[in-house]
Structures are given as C-alpha cells and as structure tokens.
C-alpha cells in the first residue's frame, strides 16, 4: 500500500492569513505516461462526507474559491489556503489514487486562532 | 445530477454480517469508464477505502479485508451492495459509497459521495 502522510495534525490560523497542509506518499504517484500526479485533497466538515477540492494535485474542482490552491510532484504535497476564512474550518484529507487500492491521509485539522 | 444514497442496518453485532446498499442516481454502472466505491470512517478517524467495482464488473478489495468483503451490483435497480462478514466493536464507522470515473485512459478520484450511514457493532 502507497502510506500517506500529513502534516501538521492540526493548525490555528487567523482569518485571513495563510494555512498550509503537507502530505507525503511513501512512494511516487506520478505516472510518468501523461505525468498526472495522481493525488487529491478533500475538505470534510462535521456531520458530512468529504468533498473533493483538488484532483491531479492541483487542478480546482468545480466550484471551489481559487484561495485553495495544490501543489508538489511525485510524493510530496501541498494544500495551501491563501487566505482562511471561516467556513474553511474543517479536517482536510489528501489521498493517492495511483493504484486501485486508493489511500487517504491521517487529516489536518484547521481552526481559526 | 450525480447522487448516491447508503442504506442499511445502524446496529449489527459483533459475528454478524453487514449488508449495505448504495442507490445511485445521474449516471449508470454500465456506461465505460465509470465505478463506484465504499468508503469507511471511523468516529474522528480518517476515511478508508473499502472496495470498487467497475463497469464491466470488475472487483478490488482493500488487502486487509478481502476475506471479510464482498462487492455486487444490480444494474437493473442503480444499486452496489457491499457485505462485511464477522463484523466486529473496530468496525464501527460511517460506511459512505461513491462515484469515480475515468476520460481516456486517465482515471479520476472520487468526485460524489452519499451522506454515509453510521453503522455500530454492539451486543
């Protein structure tokens, strides 16, 4: 299994400033064919499912604020929020699905300071 | 407009065997290029994937509990049924199922998820 790790388990940030989240895979996701780097990160609030934000790394999906932004290559990551807000709190997961057997990270839980 | 929907027992004992249904509606697991999967999250716990099952019926298992899972669908009715023999107290989780596609040769994540249905093992 590809093992993903992130950091910071959690982090405060004040309204407006920046928020940054990392995430490593324990071996690359890059496919080298269509270099796709095949990772995703999601945003989960209380009481719902994970919503995607960001797929192949750093493309938005539809509909989500452009201060969300992903970055990183082969196995490490980076979800930054450029400026928070406070309907981004939330724990964000990244997850690798570079194989069928799709992993998740352990989360970062992001509050306002 | 892509929803699914979970459905199942909220409490099973432990031995017992969990029988869930995911209904969907927007798309059809007979269309190429389209699978949907279960997804597991324990209380405060991050998300684990579960199993896929793909448009032409193709099945994978998480390793650590291939022997425990099993993965159908009812093309006919828009459904995916997952069942977890020897259910156990650790199995405790919300149990979410959920769309994923691929265009060409690329295949994306899961994009639309249900709302999960919290399933407890207790005696």
């Known amino acids: 299994d590809i093992v993903m790790t992130q950091s910071p388990d959690s982090l405060a940030v004040s309204l407006g400033e920046r928020a940054t989240i990392n995430c490593k895979s324990s071996?690359?996701?890059?496919?080298?064919?269509?270099?796709?780097?095949?990772l995703a990160w999601y945003q989960q609030k209380p009481g719902q499912p994970p919503k995607l934000l960001i797929y192949?790394?750093?493309t938005r999906e539809s509909g989500v604020p452009d201060r969300f932004s992903g970055s990183g290559s082969e196995t490490d990551f980076t979800l930054t929020i450029s400026s928070l807000q406070a309907e981004d709190v939330a724990v964000y997961y990244c997850?690798?699905?570079?194989?069928?057997?799709?992993?998740f990270g352990g989360g970062t839980k992001v509050e306002i300071k | 407009q892509i929803t699914l929907k979970e459905s199942g027992p909220t409490l099973v004992k432990p031995t017992q065997t969990l029988t869930l249904t995911c209904t969907f509606s927007?798309?059809?697991?007979?269309?190429?290029?389209?699978?949907v999967g279960w997804i597991r999250q324990p209380p405060g716990k991050a998300p684990e994937w579960l199993a896929l099952?793909?448009?032409?019926?193709?099945?994978r298992y998480s390793p650590s509990l291939k022997t425990r899972l099993t993965i159908t669908r009812d093309t006919s009715k828009n459904q995916v049924v997952l069942t977890m023999t020897n259910m156990d107290p650790v199995d405790t989780a919300t149990y979410y199922c959920?769309?994923?596609?691929?265009?060409?040769?690329?295949?994306?994540?899961?994009?639309?998820w249900g709302q999960g249905t919290l399933v407890t093992v207790s005696s």
């Open positions: 959920a769309h994923r596609h691929k265009d060409g040769n690329n295949w994306y994540t899961f994009d639309h």
């Open positions: 927007g798309f059809s697991l007979t269309t190429t290029g389209v699978a």
């Open positions: 099952i793909y448009w032409d019926n193709d099945k």
């Open positions: 071996q690359s996701v890059l496919y080298s064919s269509n270099n796709k780097n095949y």
């Open positions: 192949w790394a750093s």
């Open positions: 997850q690798q699905y570079y194989n069928s057997l799709l992993t």
